[in-house]
């Protein structure tokens, strides 16, 4: 988790959107981590950024159950 922020920063996120945008990224990477379960050494939480001029996209993935 505290890897993914910096990244963002080191990628060029910009000033004025840095405190949501890392708010909102800690929230799902947080979530990622409490609900996956334990992860065995071949499952990871993957975090993929997409930055733009006009938006910011972050996507994490984890081999949680899921929901309905």
Known sequence: MRA????LRQRGLRPDLDH????LTSELV???V??????N???RIVFH???SD???RVE???HGPGFD
């Open 41 to 43: 050494p071949t499952e």
């Open 54 to 56: 006009d938006h910011v």
């Open 30 to 32: 947080g979530n990622a």
């Open 49 to 51: 950024a997409r930055l």
């Open 34 to 39: 409490r609900h996956a379960g334990p992860l």
């Open 60 to 62: 994490v993935a984890d």
């Open 4 to 7: 993914a922020r910096p990244a």
């Open 20 to 23: 949501t945008v890392s708010l």
